[in-house]
Nanobody
């Protein structure tokens, strides 16, 4: 499985961006997909996930502002980011797992995409 993240860029505070994570290869093996971010000098943070059944989870830092969705016919997961804040500035990564419950029960994602950079100016 290969994951390709895209959609990052520079946006002003209060603006919106939509990130995409396109999967290719053995996509039938994918169950859960998550979005991480890592800001300079900070630990990587898991901010959202979506299961094969559409169940979503969000970190408190983004709940109510970000929305994760998936279009299986396109093998793509989206992260709609609204009301962006300067503290959302980070490199965003998508990851996928063969199993379920990575977000809720811990564990590891099996596949990783390259990052896409998001910069929110004040």
């Amino acid at each position: 499985v290969q994951l390709q993240a895209s959609g990052g860029g520079l946006v002003q505070a209060g603006g919106s961006l939509r990130l995409s994570c396109a999967a290719s290869g053995s996509t039938f093996s994918i169950n859960e997909i998550g979005w991480y971010r890592q800001a300079p000098g900070k630990q990587r943070e898991l901010i959202a996930s979506i299961s094969s059944g559409g169940t979503t989870n969000y970190a408190d830092s983004v709940r109510g502002r970000f929305s994760i969705s998936r279009v299986d016919t396109k093998n793509t997961v989206y992260l709609q980011m609204n009301s962006l804040k300067p503290e959302d500035t980070a490199v965003y990564y998508c990851a996928a797992s063969r199993g379920s419950g990575v977000y809720t029960r811990g564990g590891s994602y099996n596949y990783w995409g390259q990052g896409t950079e998001v910069t929110v100016s004040s």
